[in-house]
């Protein structure tokens, strides 16, 4: 295992908060805080309606803006929809895909993920694409069926190349937004078995090559014993991105680990 071969990669999911003023004040605090980060990639995901304003904000910096989600068709009758070439020609570089809370309130089903993840890579975005078990499949002990699951089912189709565009979160839907965080342990032992399932699904050198993130409740308290594991290589951030000082600790863990 060679982590050097993968820049961490720290992203904010900031789900349905902030509106364009307070969108704009937390980028113009995080912009001189994350200013000399050189080996960590720092991206905010962020809702549709600030999509402009992040990218107008963080223009000529190194924070990178992504979207929460896409549609898989280019156009179309799809109210209420926006697709991945409408996210690319903004400017937009990175989308999350089949969060947990999208597959669990708006009905996202591995196949639809998969359809997401091509329609991203084709217009040139850098999916964010979470996997994770619940909580009672790992009680039953099957977490490692439902990851390789999930990793067969939402990357089908996509050939070895546009993998490697791609990263994985490893959100264990139990950690999410409840305070409850994996053990750094427990997020090595799942990020090992994603990357061990892709060198069997691609090759060994796809399977290194391809960034691995953990997310659930991570913050700053944590977040330097998890991004020191092996196969952890950064982070996907809900409630701490919210607030600059924290994203800001969380940022130099993975810059320093
Ligand atoms: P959390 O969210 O950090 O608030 O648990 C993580 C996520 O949902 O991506």
Redesign the pocket.
């Known amino acids: 295992m060679n982590k050097n071969v993968r820049k961490a990669v720290i992203a904010g999911?900031w789900?349905m908060n902030k509106t364009r003023p307070e969108a704009k004040a937390l980028l113009e605090e995080l912009k001189p805080m994350v200013a000399d980060i050189k080996n960590v990639e720092v991206v905010a995901c962020v809702p549709f309606t600030n999509l402009e304003t992040a990218l107008a904000v963080t223009e000529g910096t190194n924070i990178k803006i992504g979207a929460e989600n896409c549609h898989f068709e280019k156009s179309g009758a799809f109210t209420g929809e926006i697709s991945a070439d409408m996210l690319a020609e903004m400017g937009v570089e990175y989308v999350?895909l089949g969060?947990?809370?999208r597959r669990q309130y708006f009905a996202e089903t591995d196949e639809t993920v998969n359809k997401r993840t091509v329609a991203a890579l084709a217009a040139g975005l850098k999916p964010i694409v979470?996997v994770g078990e619940l909580l009672w499949e790992r009680e039953c002990n099957i977490t490692e069926e439902v990851i390789a699951r999930q990793i067969k089912l939402d990357f089908f189709g996509i050939n070895a190349d546009d993998l490697k565009k791609c990263i994985i979160?490893y959100?264990p839907v139990w950690?999410?937004?409840?305070g409850k965080t994996a053990t750094a342990d427990q997020a090595e032992e799942v990020c090992a078995f994603i990357r061990a399932t892709l060198a069997k699904l691609y090759s060994a050198e796809v399977a290194e090559a391809v960034t691995i993130q953990y997310?659930?409740?991570?913050?700053a308290a944590n977040a330097a014993e998890l991004v020191s594991k092996t196969n952890v290589d950064g982070g996907?951030?809900?409630?701490?991105?919210l607030k600059a000082a924290d994203f800001t600790t969380i940022i130099n863990a993975a810059e320093n680990g």
């Open positions: 999911n789900k999350v969060h947990s809370e979470c979160a959100e950690a999410i937004g409840t997310g659930g409740s991570m913050n996907l951030i809900g409630g701490a991105s």
